[in-house]
């Protein structure tokens, strides 16, 4: 014979569902814009480096982006 719900069970175990749902939901929209922002920082790191060789370049300055990045 099994044991009965006490009351207000049901209600309890939807609202945690509820909560389970509404925190993945934010989790998964605070992944994407972390992942959007890293993609974009990438790109702006990339944009820089080229910058920083041709400044280089243009004082003559001859380093290879090895060498740069040490």
């Known amino acids: 014979m099994a044991a009965a719900e006490p009351p207000g069970a049901g209600d309890l175990s939807q609202l945690a569902e509820s909560a389970l749902r509404e925190l993945q939901a934010s989790f998964q929209a ?10 974009e920082m990438g790109e702006r790191i990339g944009d820089l480096e080229k910058h920083v060789a041709d400044l280089m370049t243009e004082a003559g ?3 290879t982006d090895e060498e740069l990045r040490h």
């Open 61 to 63: 300055i001859e380093n």
């Open 30 to 39: 605070l992944s994407e814009k972390m992942t959007l922002s890293m993609e």
